[in-house]
């Protein structure tokens, strides 16, 4: 795209906003609000229009509600996807410039936040622990305030539990009114009623919201908001609004600014980074373009995640072929080895579609690492049908894998199927499956014993303090001697020792420490 282009597009996407839609709601909650009151509305939140995006760049912390922290502090825990790290950054960042401090005690705390994740059930139930266990705390310390914010606040039915369960929340708001929260967290000091905003849209973009990044080594760059896949089983499209991409020049920016800042790698992100662009006006722009883009910019690494394979194009390739600071990893969510599965799951793609894609990766990319994501005990899921995923595990050989047992997320698709596949089916298959993904990662980190191999060193072991761990381009952990000093340097390590999910070495000389 060129500058007039650019220009253009900016002014598109600037001049119509659906900003300020929010859901119609018919429902009455009178009872429960004086205050704030937007919940959240599920079939609202699948609408998509075809009104542009409004790129914002106003943020501003309003003048009354300056200083409103001081001498307080915050707690914000995070669940979920990057995303929602990428998030909770932004939270943090609003925060600081109120005037509050961050602690990581919960007694610590006068502002308590719950980033949460709606994927799978556990992962809500995690979330409702939790807000039981700050119940003593509410009760012992009027004046914390507890928010309910991500995925979960999208969903009417987690919103209805916690008005009638958990009254000792304060506030609940969604996933496209985190730049609200200094107005919603001064109606909840000022106010005793829950404060609930849920707008249920399709989404803006706001740009410069404060952040407050955690490390300085590794840095989330988000590209793309959203999702409009709406695979059958996913509540990710409800939750996020609409696939929203950032202007190209908004994250060039970006991510100079962490270079000039020492970070060593980025992860540029989105829940389908592959379709970045294709919501831009006018503009055949794409992520192997601004990947091209990003290259040439002097920060050691670049990652991307998560991609989906129905839009990995082949100047996708070419340009991750280049190499660089473009690493050998390719996370590629397959979900099922059963096409008939995965047409059910509206994937869009075929098992053979799938490994043709992978292996036009494999060729331009030899040395990748290959990870995935896969669901077992989809509705209905046959014997049959899951012994394709096991040999598609086989015949890929992933470096490793995410799996999970099928969760129904009520509002999608999925979940009005009949399910005739029992828990305990469901609980062997993830069994079988994982044995499999075990051994292929043990067979894979074998290959690298005697090698040597460029290590950015994260930071100490979480299992043992004296040693440092930090990751492989083709992101396999590493665990060595090396004095902290070393920590957000690159070192080259040999590697001494494999095991299934990480490797031992030992560091046979730095490369640009301190650099
Ligand atoms: N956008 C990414 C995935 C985001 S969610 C992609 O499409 O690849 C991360 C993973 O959670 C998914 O890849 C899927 O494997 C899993 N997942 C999503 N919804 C689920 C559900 N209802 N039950 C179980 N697993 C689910
Ligand atoms: Fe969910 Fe599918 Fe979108 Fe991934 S691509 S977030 S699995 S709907
Ligand atoms: Fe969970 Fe929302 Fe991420 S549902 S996986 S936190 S986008």
Redesign the pocket.
């Known amino acids: 795209m060129n500058e007039e282009q650019r220009k253009e597009q900016t002014q598109a996407r600037v001049g119509t906003s659906s900003a300020d839609k929010k859901s119609d709601q018919t429902k009455d909650y009178s009872q429960y609000f004086q205050t704030t009151f937007t919940p959240p509305d599920l079939k609202q939140a699948k609408k998509r229009g075809k009104e542009n995006v409004a790129v914002h760049y106003d943020f501003d912390i309003p003048e009354d509600m300056q200083g409103i922290g001081n001498g307080k502090k915050f707690l914000i825990r995070t669940y979920g996807?990057q995303m929602n790290e990428h998030d909770s950054e932004n939270m943090a960042g609003i925060l600081l410039q109120m005037g509050f401090e961050s602690t990581a005690f919960s007694e610590e705390a006068d502002v308590i936040l719950l980033n949460t994740c709606a994927?799978?059930e556990n992962a809500e139930n995690k979330v409702f622990g939790e807000i039981g266990h700050l119940k003593p705390l509410k009760l012992e310390k009027p004046g914390l305030i507890v928010g309910v914010c991500g995925c979960m606040s999208q969903e009417e039915s987690v919103v209805n539990r916690i008005l009638q369960k958990h009254q000792h929340v304060d506030m609940i708001f969604g996933t496209h009114n985190i730049h609200r929260l200094p107005e919603l967290l001064k109606n909840a000091i000022f106010n005793k009623e829950m404060v609930i905003e849920v707008w249920s849209k399709e989404g803006d973009i706001i740009e410069n919201m404060p952040r407050a990044r955690k490390g300085q080594i590794q840095g989330w760059v988000n590209i793309m908001y959203g999702?409009d896949?709406f695979?059958t089983?996913?509540?990710?499209p409800y939750t996020r609004g609409k696939e929203r991409s950032r202007l190209p020049e908004d994250i060039i920016e970006e991510v100079r600014h962490l270079a000039r800042n020492g970070y060593k790698e980025i992860t540029l992100l989105g829940?389908?980074v592959n379709a970045y662009g294709k919501d831009l006006v006018d503009s055949d722009y794409g992520l192997g373009d601004l990947m091209d883009e990003i290259r040439k910019i002097d920060i050691p690494r670049v990652r991307f995640t998560?991609?989906?394979p129905r839009d990995f194009d082949d100047h996708l390739i070419e340009v991750l072929a280049k190499g660089g600071n473009l690493v050998e990893h390719i996370h590629l969510?397959v979900?099922s080895g059963n096409s008939e599965v995965l047409k059910l799951m509206a994937r869009k793609y075929t098992r053979e579609q799938y490994i043709e894609l992978a292996q036009k990766i494999k060729k331009a990319m030899p040395h990748a690492s290959f990870t995935t994501?896969?669901?077992v005990g989809f509705p209905n899921e046959t014997e049959e049908q899951f012994e394709d995923t096991l040999s598609l595990m086989k015949e890929m050989e992933y470096d490793s894998a995410?799996t999970?047992?099928?969760?129904?997320?009520e509002g999608?698709p999925?979940a009005k199927m009949e399910d005739n596949v029992p828990m305990d089916v469901k609980k062997d298959r993830l069994q079988r499956l994982n044995a499999i993904v075990n051994d292929l990662s043990a067979k894979k980190n074998q290959a690298y014993e005697g090698k040597v191999v460029e290590v950015l060193v994260e930071g100490e072991s979480k299992k043992n303090p004296d040693v440092l761990m930090g990751r492989t381009r083709t992101n396999k952990l590493v665990n060595f001697k090396a004095p902290t000093s070393t920590i957000g340097t690159l070192l080259q390590v040999r590697v001494t020792e494999a095991k299934t999910w990480s490797l031992n070495g030992e560091v046979v000389e730095t490369v640009g420490v301190n650099s």
């Open positions: 996807c994927i799978r999702c896949k695979c089983y996913c509540i990710v829940q389908n998560t991609s989906h969510p979900q994501d896969i669901i995410y999970y047992i099928y969760s129904a997320r999608t999925a």
